[in-house]
């Protein structure tokens, strides 16, 4: 068993004070200029190598050499949201703020950073950790990548025999661990739409053709799809988030735009849900209406390595106690770790951090994380890439 715990403790003040920098600090996607200065400037610190501007403002280091190969991976954007609380760290940033524990994530990989050179300085570690700082988890750019997706185009997994993933739970409780093998979270797509009918009169509506009322039928046929076109055990839904149509109450428009989510856990389901939503809009033809529908691939279903995901539940279990590990629930959410859990074997586990009895949700004004998880979170990932390296180890042993 390793010392991380206890030696990730005595970085506590420095992990928060790095943690608070970045939350006064946020940055929203693929504009984390600052964030990655902070970061090149700790490895600078620590002497440790990296590469800049990958995913446009991303920031890949490496560690040691030859094989193994292990990556660790922490999201570095925040979230066009107000913050509410009143703390010292409060955003800076009028209208940006880590909303979702990002700069946790950050200053979390940046203490593994410290505690895993340390050993290889010592000579207590062979083979390579690779740690990617990735912009933008929670957008797309104007091509429809984000940051995940655009290192693994950019080649920042290549060679890789494993990456391992964290992210922090606002509601679940603090210094647990969550994990869960195969699919863990949700593929995510996207759609717009418009129905189309015929403008005119209110006073007068069978001399137009309401596109209201036919977006009617279509929003039944879209809600019908999750009960009765969808096998009933099979995970997946779509949500219809906005609906905008008309400026007068006496003028029936011509058209209503619609947009919305799709969730899915299989490729098969993800199939059936787009074929169903067209079919909806379809109604809008026996009419006498149309429609037009765009629907736009968003991430892929999040699906931990079982070998991985038992690594990281026996890893975790030996660092905290078995008591504080357990498997995590199957989430409608998403996230784009999902394409480099398609580059390599992988694993993407929660690390709970509630702060108080208040419901702190993800995206929302007033969240917060408990502090005291800072050193956990820096412990668990040196732990995964050191257990990794050593139990992988090729040739002579360690």
């Known amino acids: 068993m390793s010392n991380y715990l206890e030696r990730a403790a005595a970085l506590r003040e420095q992990l928060v004070a790095t ?25 600078d610190g620590l002497g440790i190598e990296y590469a800049t501007g990958v995913a446009k403002t991303g ?9 193994p190969v292990i990556a660790l991976r922490a999201d570095m954007d ?21 909303a979702c524990g990002h700069d946790a994530h950050v200053t979390c990989l940046l203490g593994a950073a410290t505690l895993l050179a340390q050993d290889f300085a ?20 104007d091509e429809g990548k984000s940051g995940g997706q655009r290192m693994v185009d950019e080649g920042a997994l290549e060679g890789i025999d494993a990456v391992i993933g964290m992210h922090v739970i606002s509601t679940l409780p603090a210094n647990q661990v969550f994990v869960r093998e195969g699919a863990f979270m949700a593929a995510v797509d996207s759609f717009t739409a418009k129905v189309i009918g ?70 098969e389901t993800r199939m059936l849900l787009h074929r169903e939503l067209e079919n909806a809009f379809r109604l809008t033809q026996a009419f006498g209406g149309d429609y037009h529908l765009d629907i736009e691939y968003g991430y892929p279903v999040t699906v931990n390595d079982p070998e991985m995901a038992r690594y990281v539940q026996r890893m975790a279990s030996d660092l905290l106690g078995a008591e504080n590990v ?28 509630k702060l108080d009895e208040r419901n702190r949700l993800h995206h929302a004004p007033d969240f ?31």
């Open 198 to 267: 015929r403008g005119g009169h209110g006073a007068y509506p069978h001399e137009a053709l309401d596109p209201i009322w036919l977006s009617a039928q279509v929003l039944n046929g879209i809600h019908g799809i999750l009960s009765r076109r969808k096998h009933p055990i099979e995970p997946g839904l779509i949500t219809v988030g906005s609906i905008h149509a008309g400026k007068a109450g006496n003028v029936i428009p011509v058209e209503v735009e619609m947009t919305g989510t799709i969730r899915s856990f299989s490729q």
């Open 78 to 98: 925040a979230l066009p949201i107000m913050e509410a609380n009143e703390v010292e760290y409060k955003s800076q940033n009028d209208g940006v703020m880590h």
């Open 368 to 398: 917060d994380i408990d502090e005291s998880i800072l050193p956990t979170g820096a412990a668990l990932m040196a732990e995964a890439a050191r257990k990794y390296l050593q139990e992988n180890q090729v040739g002579e042993s360690a």
């Open 122 to 141: 010592a000579g207590r570690l062979r083979g390579t950790v690779r740690f990617l700082f990735q912009p933008a988890e929670e957008c797309e750019d």
């Open 59 to 67: 920031v890949v280091a490496h560690l040691g050499e030859g094989a």
């Open 19 to 43: 943690r608070r920098d970045l939350h006064q600090h946020p940055e929203l996607f693929f504009q984390e200029i600052r964030t990655a200065k902070k970061i090149t400037e700790h490895l």
């Open 326 to 353: 357990k498997e995590a629930a199957v989430e409608t959410g998403a996230e784009d770790f999902s394409f480099m859990a398609q580059a390599a074997p992988a694993a993407f586990f929660y690390l709970g951090a």
